[in-house]
Every structure is written in C-alpha cells, then in structure tokens.
C-alpha cells in the first residue's frame, strides 16, 4: 500500500477518463464526456483548454452561473470563521438563512429543516408527513423523480432502469398518471387531460387506497427529470382541493422547480396554490451542499426533537452561501431576467417548431423549458435528442435530456444568462436543428 502516490497532471481528457474508469463507480452516469477544470459564469473551461456554453447548470443548479463572486466570497468567509459544528451546537448561517426562506416561502410554510441533497429533502417531507398524519400512504406521480435514496426512488416513476433489480420499494406506494396534454391517452386539450388524471385518482381511492389512509400526495409542480411537462393551470388547485377534502398533506417537490427556474421563485407560486410541505435543493446554495424542508410551524412542531435529523444537513459553509444567493437574487433582478429570457427562448423555439416538424411541443416556465422530439408517426424520437446534443456539444454548448422516453430536450441556462449568452446558445441550438432534424 502506497499512501503518496506521484500521478502526472494531465490535460488530455481521455487520460482523466481512462483513469476514471480504473477508479471511480462507473455507476455515475454522465451526460457528457467533458472532464471540467474550472467554470465561471455561464462556461465551462476543460481540462484541455476548452470552453463550453453551459445550458445545463450543472443540472439546474448553478442558477447563478458558476462562481458567482458574491457567493464565493460568503463561502469562503464562512469557512474562515466555522466549517462544521453540526448537531453539538447551534449556528447563525442556518438560523438566518431559515428566516430568510420563511420570509419568501408562500403561505404559512414559515420553519425549515435543512438536509445535504434532494433525496434527503424527500426522505424528510415523507417522513415528517406520515409522523404528523399518523396515516402511511403516499401518492406519487408517474414520470416523478424524487431521488435515489430507498424512500425517494420508491416514489421514482421517471424511467423504470432507475428501479431495475431494486425491488422491494418503500410499501403504502402509489402512483398515479401526471397530466401531461401532449401525450394524453384519452386525446389532447386541458379539460380531457384533468379529467383522465382525476377519475383515474378517484377509482383509485374508492377501489385501492382508502383517502384516510393517505399520509400525502407529492408532487412536481413542474415535472422535470420526467419531460419537463407544464400541467394545465387548474391541475394544483383541484389537487390541493381533493387534499384538503380528504386531510390529505400536499408536498411539492421544488428541488428543480424551485429557487427561481421558472420565473417565480417557487413553481407553486405560479399555480397560487400553498403546499403544506415544500421541498428545495440544488440551487439553494449555487452549488454546495444544502437542502431543506419547508412547512407550517403548526406542521413542524409537531415533528419532536430527534424525531429525524443530519450530521452534515444545514452546514454552516454551504448556508451563509445560501444567504448570499438570496441577496444576488434581489439585487440582480434575477426572477425578471428568468422570466425575459425564458420567453424569448420560448418564442424562438416556437418560431423554429414552424419550420422543423421533428419538434412535437415545445414547453416550459420561465428557463425551464424543453422540446420534445418526434419521428414522422409521432412516437418519441431518442435518437434525434442524441444527434442534436452531440452537435451542440461538439459546437461548443451543453444540453442535457430528459423525459420517459429520452426525448427531451432540457434546456437549464443560468437564470442569469445575458442576452449576448442567449444568442450564441441560441445560433448553436438553431444550428444542429438544420444539420440533423432540418
Ligand atoms: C424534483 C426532484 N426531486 C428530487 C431530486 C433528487 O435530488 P438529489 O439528486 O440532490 O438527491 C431531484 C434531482 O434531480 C429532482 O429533480
């Protein structure tokens, strides 16, 4: 065994990668083969000296593009003062960064509990539904990701490899289909797809799941790793009215939608529905570590100390980075530059459907948008989202997938991006539409 081992720097990517594959799990499945060196802004810089346009966000994370000075200067203060003290003490970044979400969450959700990632937000939503409830039946929808972890992939439903020899999930499971008016099997149109959605939840409470069985539903406002799909607007609302008939909780899952993508700083902001359990992660600290679950404090309190808790959930680095992401969110009019290019991407996009009958819909909230890509018969084309990622990428810009099917086009700029960032995106994008779909 050799505890200093002299390795070569290299700055040729298929040496990285070769050493990758002697040591990492190949588990970790990567949308690109770019080994990064450093990033800044909205580009990527490899370790081979080249630089990408970064429509990814490190999978709507960096929303304020990378290393945004405010926010690496707060880390890094912080780490200069108090990197860990976790449950042995308190700390202020996470009491203030708490008072600061309460003050923009909706509604009453107003105490937080800080956890590491995604999954661990989920994991604590559900758990903190069923303590509260006493009820443990959860429901789902199909084309969901909440996570890896056992809890949160059992409520998965994105892409059923994610589930593949994982068996026996999480029991009192249910799911039940996301309104999605593209691809609606009972014909297209708002009306017919709430329809189908709802009957198909009604059979299932007075035939499979008692309602007072059921601890919560959980939800995407806007379903992300499963197609990037807008629900009509009347979705969360008659969803929040089937729950409080029942005393059912209602957790929105915001870990992608939330933090700004979609022009409001949380998804349900757009649908003027209050959840009673939020869920946030990815972007709330531009890159560190950090999740939180949101509630009322009447839902809260009731959940008793050491009920649940973290070693590293609510790190004192990655909350005063948190902190200092809200203030850039103020101060730069973030939610604004959202909604503008949003829709100028949009429109453009729209523009381009006209032209390019290999774009089936084009969708989206603020930057959180995605084209799907059709065969002449419909059918969902996975192989055209491959080819035209390849070319951006290939052109200088990353683009990520997302949907069942693969077909999906997810476009995640920074929230940030400016106009001049936009339009080279943009000629890019454009560009392998006419190469390969054309
Ligand atoms: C809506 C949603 N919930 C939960 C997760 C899981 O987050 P993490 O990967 O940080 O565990 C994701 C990740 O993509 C997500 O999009």
Redesign the pocket.
């Known amino acids: 065994m050799k505890l200093v081992k002299e390795i070569p720097d290299s700055d040729s990517q298929e040496e990285w990668l070769a050493r990758e594959r002697a040591h990492l799990s190949q588990v970790l499945y990567r949308y690109t083969p770019l080994v990064v060196d450093h990033a800044r802004g909205s580009y990527l810089y490899t370790v081979d000296g080249r630089r990408y346009l970064d429509f990814a966000s490190g999978?709507?994370v960096t929303n304020l593009g990378h290393g945004h000075p405010e926010v690496i200067r707060a880390a890094k203060d912080q780490l200069d003062r108090l990197v860990h003290i976790s449950v042995v003490a308190h700390h202020e970044p996470a009491i203030q960064l708490a008072e600061r979400i309460a003050d923009l969450a909706p509604g009453k959700l107003d105490k937080v509990f800080f956890a590491?990632?995604?999954?661990?937000?989920?994991e604590g939503a559900i758990k903190l539904a069923r303590y509260v409830t006493g009820r443990s039946a959860l429901i789902a929808f199909q084309g969901?990701?909440?996570?890896?972890?056992y809890g949160?992939l059992s409520l998965?439903a994105s892409k059923s490899y994610y589930r593949e020899r994982y068996e026996p999930f999480l029991p009192g499971v249910y799911h039940v289909p996301y309104p999605y008016p593209y691809r609606n099997p009972t014909g297209p149109g708002d009306a017919a797809t709430l329809d189908y959605v709802f009957n198909f939840i009604d059979e299932m409470l007075d035939t499979r799941v008692p309602p007072r069985n059921v601890a919560a539903f959980i939800v995407?406002p806007v379903l992300?790793?499963g197609g990037y799909v807008v629900p009509p607007a009347d979705f969360m609302p008659r969803l929040r009215k089937l729950c409080d008939q029942h005393g059912i909780l209602l957790i929105a899952?915001?870990?992608?939608?939330g933090y700004g993508r979609t022009g409001k700083m949380f998804a349900c902001e757009q649908t003027g529905v209050v959840p009673d359990i939020m869920?946030l992660?990815?972007s709330i600290a531009s890159g560190l570590?950090l999740?939180a679950v949101v509630a009322s404090g009447r839902l809260m309190d009731q959940w008793e100390p050491a009920a649940h808790g973290s070693t590293f959930g609510g790190n004192p680095v990655s909350c005063a980075a948190g902190i200092a992401t809200l203030d850039v969110f103020t101060r730069e009019h973030i939610l604004a530059n959202a909604t503008d290019k949003g829709a100028e991407l949009i429109r453009r996009l729209r523009d381009l459907q006209q032209r390019s009958p290999a774009i089936g819909e084009v969708r989206g909230l603020g930057l959180m948008v995605g084209v799907e890509l059709v065969g002449k018969d419909g059918a969902p084309d996975k192989a055209l989202q491959k080819k035209i990622r390849q070319v951006c990428l290939d052109s200088g810009l990353v683009v990520l997938s997302c949907g069942a099917h693969d077909n999906v086009l997810r476009l995640v700029p920074p929230l940030n991006i400016s106009q001049a960032e936009l339009d080279e995106g943009w000629e890019i994008l454009n560009g392998a539409f006419q190469e390969v779909a054309a």
């Open positions: 999978i709507a590491n990632s995604g999954a661990e937000a989920v969901a990701f909440h996570g890896r972890t949160a998965t995407e992300g790793e899952d915001e870990v992608q939608s869920t992660a990815k570590p999740s």
